[in-house]
């Protein structure tokens, strides 16, 4: 079936060094995504979102990338720091079809001091 | 408020005992959502509602699994003759609307079934 998925499920970053979390989609109709951080014993928070009209998106230190070519999403974090540890997960949606969000496994950062 | 609110946040049931979870939404979103998170795993959908019609129930596991938000705002999950396997945190989530706008989740309620 339609699924999101992570290609690495754990990523370990000096702190102060740029992350990049990637993820693969393969729902070629999906048109909008989130991505979202989760703390241990709380709910996922979300970080930043992209439109398929659009193939990169910047926040405050996050980008984020879309390349609809190879279906693949990825989050870039500038100059991690030990409150970005968390694991995170991209979500799609789509403008036609189930109103779900279609969440990955995701992907443990761990920022070392 | 300010953000969605779920309660219990904690709940531990006997095998079989018929368990309710509340989701207070933000005030004033349209959409709804029920999702099932197992120990180490994405988030996986349960159930929307669109003010108070459920449009789409189609990851509710069994009939076992109900829910409701008969008034629009306030919903309640409901698991009958709860199961091991239920054993996850549920999490709410709510947008202003269903498709293509943030959904902001609450903390989850961690069930346990013993």
């Known amino acids: 079936g339609e699924s999101v998925g992570l290609h690495l499920p754990t990523l370990s970053v000096q702190e102060g060094d740029n992350s990049i979390i990637n993820c693969a989609y393969s729902?070629?109709?999906?048109?909008?995504f989130i991505w979202y951080k989760q703390e241990s014993g709380k709910g996922p928070q979300f970080i930043i979102d992209?439109?398929?009209?659009?193939d990169k998106r910047q926040g405050q230190r996050v980008t984020v990338l879309l390349n609809k070519t190879v279906k693949h999403l990825s989050l870039q974090i500038a100059a991690t720091q030990p409150g970005d540890s968390a694991v995170y997960f991209c979500?799609?949606?789509?403008?036609?079809?189930?109103?779900?969000?279609?969440f990955g496994t995701g992907t443990r950062l761990k920022v070392l001091a | 408020g300010a953000g969605v609110s779920q309660s219990p946040r904690y709940k531990v049931a006997k095998r079989g005992q018929d368990v309710a979870l509340r989701c207070d939404p933000i005030?004033?979103?349209?959409?709804l959502f029920w999702y099932q998170q197992a120990l180490g795993q994405g988030p996986e959908f349960l159930t929307y509602?669109?003010?108070?019609?459920?449009?789409?129930k189609s990851g509710l596991p069994s009939d076992r699994f109900f829910a409701e938000r008969p008034e629009g705002s306030v919903s309640t999950l409901k698991i009958q003759r709860t199961q091991q396997e239920d054993s996850a945190v549920y999490l709410c989530?709510?947008?202003?609307?269903?498709?293509?706008?943030?959904?902001?989740f609450g903390q989850g309620t961690r069930l346990t079934v013993v």
């Open positions: 989530a709510s947008s202003f609307e269903g498709r293509n706008t943030e959904a902001f």
């Open positions: 729902n070629s109709a999906s048109d909008y």
């Open positions: 992209i439109r398929s009209n659009m």
């Open positions: 979500a799609e949606n789509s403008l036609s079809g189930t109103y779900k969000y279609i």
């Open positions: 005030s004033g979103h349209v959409s």
């Open positions: 509602f669109q003010n108070e019609a459920q449009l789409d």
